[in-house]
């Protein structure tokens, strides 16, 4: 009875041993033979590692009290304690619609503006002239946000050219910057004017590698430029802004923390504080570590909802994903 | 009939003469939007602003100054916080382009043991972070607090560039390395003079887009850094054009109030100008890199 299962041991051995330990060999073989590969991949793998992993295994200061002098193993647990009281906490409705407000708003009033440029270049035929409104409709996009935020300050100071310009329609100054209600218009308004026209890059790519026989087809059918642009450049741009509308979609939590910050002041506080300008004061200004953390976990984990959801939805519509 | 469709033709071509006609009206529009707002700092800072204001454009040489200059350069605030934008910059341009370049690299290699658990482990770096109180904590205790290290460091390496430099890798056909292992080169060799040499149209577009990035940065530095000699340009001009915090050193001497704060608003506009004009001088030359580099971004 041992015998034929030793036999069927002994073949299966004799067959299979070799091949494995031929396979191991050589890929310990490809990785000494290749080794530079890994010395290229160390430096960027370390530093992912230690700015990336390190901080995400620090979340867990967000269900601690932690102190930097016990570090997060002497820390005392105190579980989602930071959590409920963030979420029960007077402000945090305001904060938490300030930031959807904001974002959303800007999502849906700003990603129109690019495609709409890029469709509006597309019919300047003389190639001169399309390089030369493309060279200053792009340059805002390298100003820093400090020298936007600069700018706001000065235009729309109660002393500023803007109210200059509207003392002659009205009696008394507007003080834009500290009035809650015109924040987000600012806000939104300024982005446009410092990121459309370079996001419009893209569709002015996509737009220029269509085929000009559709256009030649289409005209001879009649279809006037308004159709053709609906047909042709509309169905050109579909793909590459459902990339880019579930891109800005899962960016939605992380809007403009550094320009809102700058806008703020005392004043338009009930419209301009966000979760992340939120995080910074209690987190790093007033020191209180484990209470940010837990913001800014809440807030990562809201983000990355938004973006699965809208990638499954816009692969339900259309068939175009992210990943 | 067909006189119907010609007619047809022409009505339709009318229209569209039309549009295309109100297109230009507005494109001009927008130009003139995007240039106004600069134009005017430009002006005010050579012009006094309240004149500006108050006169439009003046003409009268008496109304021309270049005070706002003057007290910047003698200062120097300003142009330290511009030095040390420069060593951030190219730091951090440096070191995460080195960075990157060379892990791109070695992930578009196909055979490559482990590939795709190095690209799961960038990958899941790029949707999922600990946010900046942990990120903080760590540049904390490694000691990097007040160096410009914190500045270079943290976020040098990108995962969408490292994305964007693999896809570039990818491209490259096989045959070229083939043919120069059969050659006798070694692995460094044939990175170095063959694949290096092709991909400095990705190199050029990584270095510029992070030289840019880091120049008009100002987050990292404010949280990172409390010695005031450390920081950068965008910092001082923080300072200056948020803060209302003129150095004293520009306005110090014995001036009435009203001048004092006449040169403080040209201060402001002088120092704009310098903060920004390098880049935009500069970028027309570039133009073309921005366009190729954001087309690699999105187009997969």
Redesign the interface.
């Known amino acids: 009875m041992a015998k034929p299962e030793d036999a069927l041991v002994k073949t299966t051995s004799v067959d299979q041993l070799p091949k494995i330990k031929k396979r191991k060999e050589s890929?310990l073989n490809?990785?000494k033979r290749?080794y530079?590969?890994?010395l290229?991949?160390a430096?960027?793998?370390v530093?992912?590692f230690?700015?990336?992993?390190?901080?995400?295994?620090?979340?867990l200061?967000a269900f601690q009290n932690f102190s930097?002098m016990r570090g997060i193993w002497g820390s005392d647990w105190v579980g989602l304690a930071h959590f409920t009281s963030f979420l029960t906490s007077p402000n945090f409705f305001q904060i938490f619609l300030n930031t959807i407000k904001l974002s959303s708003y800007e999502l849906i009033i700003g990603f129109p503006v690019p495609v709409l440029?890029a469709l509006?270049?597309n019919?300047?035929r003389r190639a001169g002239i399309k390089k030369n409104?493309?060279?200053?409709?792009?340059?805002?996009y390298?100003?820093?946000?400090?020298?936007i935020?600069?700018?706001l300050?000065?235009?729309l100071s109660p002393?500023?050219?803007i109210n200059?310009l509207l003392g002659l329609f009205m009696d008394r100054p507007i003080s834009f910057m500290s009035e809650p209600d015109y924040f987000r218009t600012i806000f939104i308004a300024s982005g446009i004017?410092q990121g459309a026209?370079?996001a419009s890059?893209?569709y002015v790519?996509?737009l220029s590698n269509t085929d000009p026989q559709l256009h030649d087809a289409a005209t001879i059918d009649?279809a006037?430029?308004?159709q053709r642009i609906w047909h042709i450049d509309i169905q050109v741009l579909k793909p590459?802004m459902a990339?880019?509308f579930i891109l800005a979609i899962g960016g939605i939590m992380g809007v403009g923390?550094?320009k809102a910050?700058?806008l703020q002041t005392d004043r338009n506080l009930p419209a301009s504080e966000i979760i992340?300008t939120y995080?910074?004061k209690r987190?790093?200004l007033a020191g209180d570590?484990s209470f940010?953390?837990a913001v800014?976990?809440f807030?990562?984990i809201i983000g990355?909802i938004l973006?699965v959801t809208a990638n499954q939805v816009v692969k339900r519509l259309k068939g175009e994903t992210l990943y | 009939m067909s006189k119907l469709k010609s007619n047809q033709l022409l009505n339709s071509s009318k229209t569209d003469k039309l549009i295309l006609f109100i297109n230009k009206v507005f494109l001009s529009l927008i130009v003139v939007i995007v240039t106004v707002p600069l134009l005017y700092v430009l002006l005010g800072s050579f012009l006094q602003p309240h004149i500006l204001l108050t006169r439009g454009i003046s003409f009268d040489p008496a109304h021309w100054t270049l005070d706002g200059y003057i007290r910047i350069f003698q200062d120097g605030t300003i142009m330290r916080g511009f030095f040390n934008s420069i060593i951030y910059a190219t730091g951090f341009t440096l070191v995460g382009i080195t960075f990157t370049i060379l892990a791109g690299y070695s992930l578009s290699v196909d055979e490559l043991v482990g590939k795709k658990f190095f690209v799961i482990f960038f990958l899941f770096a790029m949707f999922f972070n600990g946010g900046m109180i942990p990120t903080y904590l760590v540049v904390r205790s490694l000691g990097l607090l007040n160096t410009p290290w914190a500045i270079i460091l943290p976020g040098a390496v990108g995962v969408w560039n490292l994305i964007l430099a693999r896809t570039y890798f990818k491209a490259i056909p096989n045959e070229l390395k083939e043919a120069a292992r059969i050659d006798g080169a070694s692995d460094f060799m044939i990175f170095w003079k063959i694949i290096l040499p092709l991909a400095k149209p990705i190199i050029f577009v990584l270095a510029l887009f992070a030289f840019i990035g880091q120049w008009n940065a100002y987050f990292q530095a404010m949280i990172y850094l409390d010695d005031r000699s450390l920081y950068p340009l965008q910092l001082v001009l923080r300072e200056i054009l948020i803060q209302n915090e003129v150095q004293p050193g520009m306005i110090a001497d014995q001036l009435a109030r009203a001048e004092m704060q006449r040169i403080a608003e040209m201060i402001k506009y002088s120092s704009i100008v310098i903060a920004s004009l390098p880049l935009l001088i500069m970028y027309p030359f570039f133009q073309k890199y921005f366009e190729k580099g954001v087309m690699v971004g999105s187009l997969k």
């Open positions: 890929r490809y990785i290749n530079i590969l890994y290229f991949l430096p960027a793998v530093s992912v230690i700015f990336n992993y390190i901080p995400m295994y620090g979340v200061i930097v440029l509006m270049l019919q300047v409104i493309q060279l200053v409709i792009y340059a805002p390298f100003i820093s946000t400090v020298v935020a600069g700018m300050f000065m235009f002393a500023g050219p200059s004017w026209g370079f890059i893209v790519a996509a009649g006037s430029l308004l590459v990339v880019l923390f550094e910050y700058l992340d995080v910074y987190g790093l570590w940010g953390a800014g976990l807030n990562t990355l973006l």
